[in-house]
Nanobody, 123 residues
Framework: VQLQASGGGLVQAGGSLRLSCATSERTSSTYAMGWFRQAPGKEREFVAT????????YYANSVKGRFAISRDNAKNTVSLQMNMLKPEDTAVYYC?????????????????WGQGTKVTVSS
């Protein structure tokens, strides 16, 4: 299973970015997908997750109402739309795949990880 995250960059506070994660065909519609982030000097933390069908989503309280996770199984992609970005959203964002298939906020239960894409939000 290969995951390739992209879409990071530098944005001003209040702006938007859309992250994408390209998955292999095996992952599409079989695995739950999640986005996690790791800020400098901090542990990796949960951001958002979506079930294998796309019908169930779950968000960290810190991003609820600002971020939206979605997936297109036909195109083997998972996206994270990030709006109203704040400086505290600055981190490397990782996409991950979890074989049970249900939306899952638990980092250690994910089986595969992408390489990460850096998001910097300036104040």
């Amino acid at each position: 299973v290969q995951l390739q995250a992209s879409g990071g960059g530098l944005v001003q506070a209040g702006g938007s970015l859309r992250l994408s994660c390209a998955t292999s065909e095996r992952t599409s519609s079989t695995y739950a997908m999640g986005w996690f982030r790791q800020a400098p000097g901090k542990e990796r933390e949960f951001v958002a997750t979506i079930s294998k069908s796309g019908g169930i989503t779950y968000y960290a309280n810190s991003v609820k109402g600002r971020f939206a996770i979605s997936r297109d199984n036909a195109k083997n992609t998972v996206s994270l739309q990030m709006n109203m970005l704040k400086p505290e959203d600055t981190a490397v964002y990782y996409c991950a795949a979890e074989s049970a298939g249900w939306s899952n906020p638990v980092l250690n239960e994910y089986d595969y990880w992408g390489q990460g894409t850096k998001v910097t939000v300036s104040s």
